[in-house]
């Protein structure tokens, strides 16, 4: 007897699999959106990124509460470096793990050769560390991580806010703005003192401008 149901379509595989392509197209969205959860920017009100929330970078989470105060106070971590910051913390635990691992199971392993004997090679994990310490090195030196690039990096600082006030000024707020009863009497008032300017980026060239020579007093 011969088997139930439809009989398998010869040019099934020339025709192609619909069903299978969007189950794949599903999981590919699924996936998408899961990463771009994870790489949204840090909320005002969070401790954490959100792809360090994951339990799985734990290690990396206390990274970043240990050390990311401190960038912040000294202005080495604005918000839109935070991503690259994450990356960090995320690098030093691969490079802990991998050490953890080579100490507990070897630096070495036997491995087949051709001619049937064995031969001793390094570990892959020697390899994942040394690239983990390659990668911590190369973003360390954008935070000043260590010493010297530390020092070098508050020198720049400081020549940039002597010539741009106020742009480490992180007690700047938005200008408050009169009771509507006080702003028609504050239009009115002509001998009434401009605010001064807010300083910063464009305040401290604001700041070097001169009367036009038709409007100085003689």
């Known amino acids: 007897m011969g088997a139930r149901g439809p009989k398998a379509d010869p ?10 392509r969007k189950a794949k197209a599903k999981k590919v969205a699924i996936t998408a959106a899961k990463l771009t959860r994870l790489l949204q920017p840090r909320a005002a009100d969070a401790e954490l990124p959100p792809l360090l929330q ?12 240990r050390v990311a105060p401190e960038l912040r106070r000294t202005h080495r971590l604005p918000p839109e470096s935070e991503f690259y910051f994450v990356q960090v913390c995320i690098y030093t635990q691969e490079w802990v793990s991998s050490t953890e691992d080579l100490h507990a199971n070897g630096f070495t392993q036997d491995v087949q050769t051709v001619a049937g004997g064995t031969m001793e090679r390094r570990r892959p994990k020697q390899f994942d560390r040394q690239q983990a310490y390659s990668n911590l090195m190369e973003l360390s030196v954008k935070f000043g991580l260590t010493p010297n690039d530390m020092y070098s990096l508050f020198k720049g600082q400081a020549a940039v806010a002597m010539s741009n006030p106020g742009l480490f000024d992180e007690t700047r707020r938005a200008p408050v703005l009169p009771p509507a009863g006080q702003a028609a009497d504050a239009e009115t008032d002509e001998d ?15 700041g070097m401008r001169s009367t036009p020579p038709g409007e100085r007093p003689n």
């Open 11 to 20: 040019n099934q595989a020339a025709k192609g699999f619909p069903g299978r």
């Open 54 to 65: 994951d339990p799985k970078y734990a290690p990396a989470a206390a990274v970043w509460r």
């Open 192 to 206: 009434a003192a401009p605010p001064p300017a807010t300083p910063g980026r464009v305040g401290a060239l604001a």
